[in-house]
């Protein structure tokens, strides 16, 4: 639920074909309201920025990424795809996976670095870990709404590549980081 809800504001998912009965117009209308916050967090949230993007900020920001389920299939996919020395960033995720996140991510040439999002983690160093990482990959289910949201809007203003989970399995992470590779490689 958390990941439709996230998708609601975002507004991938249009609200009429969200989950709910369609006899109901709860739904919806929670949408509209949900859609609404957004607009209001984003509106005082880029404000707020320090980022060096400058007055281009809503120039260059980028629409689509991409959502990464169990079930995706990865074109031209294969067990030795190359992240080429690239900097990851994961934000978000379960602590009990994170070494073996880090084992895909060394095993496919790349480094990791993590975001855990807890109390002893700052949006300030969060900010500090995107403009070092070369590219950002979150699992939505297991990640805080302020971190996913600046996760989100860093990427979508500067560019860089990114690609969300929308679990925090080690399966799907794999998906993800073979997604990334392939981004490297167009």
Known sequence: M?????????????????????SSSIGSVLSGCLRAVENLYNHS?????SWPLG???QKQKTKW???IKATTHIQNSDANFDLRGRSILCVGGQAKHYPIYSNLVEAAGGR??????????S?????KLLEKSDMVICPVDCVNHEAYFMVKRYCQCS???????DRSQTAVFKKGIEKLASMTTK
Do not use: T, V, W
Request: proline share 7%; with cysteine; charged share 20%.
């Open 112 to 121: 990791l670095a993590i975001f855990y999002g807890d109390s002893n983690d």
């Open 2 to 22: 958390k990941f439709l809800i996230k998708l609601a504001l975002d507004g991938i998912i249009p609200s009429e074909n969200a989950s709910h009965p369609p």
């Open 45 to 49: 949230f880029l404000n707020r920025l």
């Open 65 to 67: 990424m991409p959502i």
């Open 55 to 57: 007055e281009n900020i």
């Open 159 to 165: 560019g860089k590549q990114c690609a969300l989970l």
């Open 123 to 127: 949006i300030e160093k969060l900010h």
